[in-house]
């Protein structure tokens, strides 16, 4: 019987590195894949609340239309594009290597001035999930299981903010 579980035991290891994913816990290899890179784009309809779409109270809100995460190296080129209430398009871009080291941001091209919430910490979960956080929001991104849908939990850490939980359809 031990023998029989030993087995399936390997089995199932040598199953999840054909796959070339990460076991639940472990340290990403290089072997591994990560099945948030790609380009996202936010799913307006399933990210509505009560009808109507989410409203954010300050500037680094996750009001993205696209998230774009690129490998570049050993580490993750992050885009947000949004748009604001005047039709204008904006772009949010960091690079990091989700070890929960500070990382600063450019917004539009421009480098920020540091200052609350500009310097973030992205920290890899593993390969379908990561945390960006700064002393403003934590957001929780996971791929889910169809590997088309990713959801951005946004917990905010100011009053006038609440949970919400946003999707994102993979484009490519």
């Known amino acids: 019987m031990k023998w029989l579980l030993v087995a399936f035991a390997l089995s199932s290891l040598g199953s999840c590195r054909q796959k070339n994913s990460t076991l639940p816990g472990s340290l990403p290899t290089s072997e591994s894949v990560d099945h948030f890179i790609g380009v996202w784009k936010r799913d307006r309809q399933k990210s509505l609340e009560n009808g109507q779409q989410p409203v954010f109270h300050y500037f680094f809100s996750p009001n993205y239309?696209?998230?774009?995460?690129?490998?570049?190296?050993?580490n993750f080129r992050f885009t947000y594009t949004s748009s604001d209430d005047k039709g204008g398009k904006h772009e949010r871009q960091f690079i990091t290597d989700m070890k929960g080291n500070d990382v600063w941001t450019t917004i539009d091209g421009k480098p920020t001035?540091?200052?609350?919430?500009t310097d973030v910490r992205v920290t890899r979960n593993d390969a379908d999930s990561f945390v960006e956080a700064d002393s403003v929001f934590l957001n929780e991104y996971k791929v889910l299981s169809d590997g088309r849908t990713m959801t951005l939990h946004h917990i905010p850490n100011v009053d006038n903010e609440r949970d919400r939980v946003l999707f994102f359809n993979r484009v490519r």
């Not at 239309?65 to 050993?74: A, D, F, P």
């Not at 001035?113 to 919430?117: C, F």
């Open 113 to 117: 001035k540091p200052m609350p919430y």
């Open 65 to 74: 239309e696209l998230i774009t995460i690129e490998r570049q190296g050993s």
